[in-house]
């Protein structure tokens, strides 16, 4: 399986991943997003509808069994998650490059 | 106030439309085929279950586009714009254009905040187009095909009207004969073939027209 087709992950998609390491329903991970990011990332609903539905197409996230039939729960695949640390690998090693230049 | 309106091909324009009176102190109450009616800002709509009450300094209307398979998909799309502080005013859940209105002011005043996701409304959009354009042209075809029609016949529709004696009658029994035979004399000289091809055109207009919009858009996303 070749994970870097997937990568460089977009900033929104990246807190979306890491925001539903735990199972989440849609405006969780979006009040999630925005925390993460500490409010530099504000996704609009119908954009995060779509990267939903997106990302679960991606097989990156998956629905999970839920309380409430009307808020449906997602959850980071194992796919999503392997793709997740490739991308901070990549990031810490763009830091690490960074840091060493003192840029 | 009630006011009337053909909605533009541009869901952007559609928005800017019905903002421009929610600005003036309007609220949108409900849409019926190209009926608007718009309530002072003070009026209270009736609630829905889960709907929380609205703040008047939110108001916004934003237009999705969007389809879903079963009912249960789009309650579930509906809740969460809900729970993000946008209520449903309209649309079917089968396929059709959806209005929300901004209730809470913690919403962001978009609904869709990159161009890749206001590509992908466009990209929707022209779905929902393509899907009535090929009923369309199919009807279309199936009536040129099956109502024989001459140019010549256009030129000439009194021709068209077959009533024995019709141009010599006269008061009630004139007008009564003639409007009814008027549809017939439409579809006998061609004039309605002419109407079903320029809408199947104009069908065909508005999905190229949200195709290159959503190319344009497309184009700009990094």
Redo the contacts between chains.
Sequence with gaps: MNRNKYLPLTE?TFYILTALLVPG???AV?QEVENLSSGKV??????????LENLQSQGLIAPVPGPD????LYQTTSLGREVLHSEAERLRYLAGVADRLKL | MIKYHIPPIDLEKEENWINNYIRHGWRLKRIRFFKYEFTPKKTDIPLKPGEIEPDEDAFLIRCDARSFKTKADFQEYITFLLDAGWRHVKGDWRQDIHYFERISPNASEELFSDDASKSARYMRQAKIWLASFFVIAAFSCSYFLTIPYHLQDLLNIKAQYLTPGLWEMEGISFWSALLFETPFALVRSGAFNLLILAFTLLTLGRLLYCLAKAYTLSRKVK
Excluded: C, F, I, L
């Excluded at chain 1, 504000?42 to 990267?51: D, E, F, K, Q, S």
């Design positions: 929104t329903h849609g405006y979006m504000r996704v609009a609903a119908g954009t995060m509808y779509g990267a039939k009307r808020r449906k």
